[in-house]
């Protein structure tokens, strides 16, 4: 199960930071964050192994920064000078076996301009 917060309503410019925190242990799991805007598709925003190594899709590079608290079992997304093109809504997964994933119920995340 995961738990996210985080979310709400931020000016352009402004930044926001997501937690997503699972009920079990993380340590060996991959975890990350898809997001999608109404009548898109979901895409990747970030993701993070094990070993820390990350991956950022197109629209969070340079602006978005994962980080993980394994001991808190918590994985993170600070995200910096938002615009409006990154409301959306977004979903944590925690991947602990190649293409299984369980997934968050999503956090709002709107940027007024």
């Known amino acids: 199960r995961l738990v996210e917060s985080g979310g709400g309503l931020v000016q352009a410019g402004g930044s926001l930071r997501l937690s997503c925190t699972a009920s079990?242990?993380?340590?060996?799991?991959?975890l990350g964050w898809y997001r999608q805007a109404p009548q898109k598709q979901r895409d990747l925003v970030a993701s993070?192994?094990?070993?820390?190594?990350?991956t950022y899709g197109q629209s969070a590079k340079d602006r978005f920064i994962i980080y993980r608290n394994n001991e808190q079992n918590t994985v993170y997304l600070q995200m910096d000078d938002l615009t409006d093109e990154d409301t959306a809504v977004y979903y944590c997964?925690?991947?602990?076996?190649?293409?299984?994933?369980?997934w968050g119920q999503g956090t709002q995340v709107t940027v007024s301009s």
């Open positions: 079990g242990s993380i340590f060996i799991n991959v």
């Open positions: 997964f925690n991947e602990w076996v190649a293409g299984t994933r369980d």
């Open positions: 993070i192994g094990p070993d820390g190594r990350t």
